[in-house]
């Protein structure tokens, strides 16, 4: 099944009665089972959240992502106790060697660096040299091919003078949005598959609580800077909207190929976790990450 996202944008009281989330608000009231909900997100500071109906989201590996007043998505709640043998994985994580991480880091930086090259040739009906790109990246990433990647991505990929920043101009906001809410989705699949998100099998930073999310979802990134060039496109608005946010949104139950089947996104990364806690189990040796789009359709 699907989970739904739900977005509150108005002031909303949300309790629970009986497993289902209740949501009052000015339009009104609703219900909502529990169990259909993968995600809540929060945005607007008048938003009261009771107790019983976080826990029991929470419980249920539904993510909470609360918004700051720039409306890009500040913080999440997650399950931590989501797996039946959780300490077990901690410490296959914890004990993983280092050239382990660094193999698993190459194969990331190798399918975004591929999807990146895909998105470019699709958007701009050229080839590139992002297959070349790929095949250069070494153990580790040790010569950066990732920013090299990066460097000449962001140059091809609008017409108009862009620079990718954390805080920078328009588009940045709708891909910061996007990239926040893949964050979250990806951070909520590895809690699932009882792995800590604070260890990362790159990132580093003594500051960053979800170092595995910001590894893992590296090659899914091209998911929504698609759907940010297809925004762009369709609406001449620059600011964060209702409509923008549910079209990015919507990327959490987009279509993932892998070889023997199709899965929404949400599920993907559930599929792409488990296989994670596998390479530090030693039970497999690849990341399992699906094909973004179906290419057989495109030929």
């Not at 169990?35 to 959240?49: A, K, M, Q, T």
């Not at 050229?126 to 990246?137: E, R, T």
Request: include cysteine; hydrophobic fraction near 40%.
């Amino acid at each position: 099944m699907i989970k739904k996202t739900l977005l509150i944008e108005t002031k909303t009281s949300i309790t629970v009665k009986k497993s289902q989330l209740i949501l009052k608000s000015d339009t009104g009231e609703r219900t909502i089972p529990i169990e259909d909900i993968g995600f809540v997100v929060i945005d607007n500071p008048e938003v009261y959240l009771s107790i019983p109906a976080m826990n029991l989201l929470v419980e249920n590996n539904s993510s909470i992502i609360i918004c700051s007043s720039n409306h890009l998505p500040g913080g999440m709640f997650l399950n931590l106790n989501s797996h039946h043998v959780q300490q077990e994985v901690f410490r296959t994580q914890i004990e993983a060697s280092l050239p382990l991480k660094k193999q698993l880091w190459q194969q990331t930086i190798i399918e975004k660096i591929t999807n990146q090259g895909i998105l470019l040739g699709k958007i701009t009906g050229k080839k590139n040299a992002f297959p070349f790109l790929a095949g250069k990246v070494l153990s580790g990433d040790s010569s950066n091919m990732e920013g090299v990647a990066a460097s000449q991505y962001w140059k091809l990929f609008f017409e108009i003078n862009f620079k990718r920043e954390r805080y920078g101009d328009y588009p940045n906001n709708f891909l910061n949005y996007g990239y926040a809410i893949l964050r979250a989705a990806t951070a909520r699949a590895l809690s699932g598959s009882g792995l800590l998100n604070t260890l990362g099998i790159h990132h580093k930073s003594k500051y960053n609580a979800f170092a595995l999310a910001d590894d893992i979802m590296e090659p899914f990134r091209p998911i929504v800077d698609e759907i940010v060039f297809e925004i762009m496109q369709k609406y001449e608005e620059q600011e964060l909207n209702t409509q923008i946010k549910a079209e990015l949104l919507q990327m959490l139950t987009r279509t993932v190929y892998f070889k023997e089947e199709m899965s929404p996104l949400m599920v993907g990364l559930q599929k792409t976790s488990s296989s994670l806690q596998q390479c530090f189990y030693g039970a497999r040796k690849k990341i399992k990450y699906p094909k973004l789009w179906n290419l057989m359709a495109t030929e």
